[in-house]
């Protein structure tokens, strides 16, 4: 079946330490989303990219770096400049064509502080 | 600031009744609406997408789009307790970019 893998489902970091989360997909969707959703909160834009080797800043990207070296991988990086990582990451794709179609969603990936 | 809006609730229905969510979105050029469903402590899925004026009905689900008064609902016939989810609304604005402009979310508690 085709869909979006995010692993791992929860991850904990300490103080200092660089996180890489993972998503990969195998539904040939050209563009590819991060987005962090904290509690009682809506989606906030990390990152994207809507093609191979080529992403663009979302709206809260300080802290955090991405690669696209394949149409399939899209992995993020929370890096020890952010300075509240504790949410929930969502990884999406949509493809390419027409105007009607929306995103799948990975299961998301858990991430907390210690 | 392009913006999507939806009352954050919760909205409370009895088992059975129809459950009426809206969103207002400002950029007057959207192109597309979706409405997702989200489980506490899951991913959103989509339930419902439009793109045209008037009402897109699934099963229990229809979407309705009224683009001169910048607005989409979805109704929810015959409500179940298997319902109650946060609603969230998105918008894909003018333009060439698939980015999608999203609500807060509307939470939906269907009540047995």
């Known amino acids: 079946d085709g869909g979006i893998t995010q692993s791992p489902k929860y991850l904990f970091r300490k103080e200092g330490q660089n996180v890489t989360l993972s998503c990969e997909q195998n539904?040939?969707?050209?563009?590819m989303y991060w987005y962090r959703q904290d509690p009682g909160q809506g989606l906030r834009l990390i990152y994207y990219s809507q093609i191979v080797n080529d992403f663009q800043k979302g709206d809260i990207a300080e802290g955090y770096s991405v690669s696209r070296e394949k149409k399939e991988s899209f992995p993020l990086t929370v890096t020890s400049a952010q300075k509240n990582p504790t949410a929930f990451y969502l990884c999406?794709?949509?493809?390419?064509?027409?105007?009607?179609?929306?995103?799948?969603f990975g299961s998301g990936t858990r991430l907390t502080v210690v | 600031q392009k913006e999507v809006e939806q009352n954050s609730g919760p909205l409370s229905v009895p088992e059975g009744a129809i459950a009426s969510l809206n969103c207002t979105y400002s950029d007057r050029g959207s192109q597309s609406f979706f409405w997702y469903r989200q489980y506490s402590g899951k991913s959103p899925e989509l339930i419902m997408f439009i793109y045209s004026n008037g009402d897109k009905e699934d099963g229990r689900f229809t979407a309705q789009l009224n683009k001169a008064s910048q607005y989409v609902s979805l109704l929810i016939r015959d409500s179940q307790p298997s319902d109650s989810a946060t609603y969230l609304c998105?918008?894909?604005?003018?333009?060439?970019?698939?980015?999608?402009?999203w609500g807060l979310g509307t939470s939906l508690a269907v009540n047995p």
């Open positions: 999406a794709s949509n493809v390419d064509r027409g105007e009607v179609y929306g995103y799948t």
């Open positions: 539904l040939n969707h050209d563009a």
């Open positions: 998105a918008v894909k604005p003018y333009g060439n970019n698939r980015k999608l402009i």
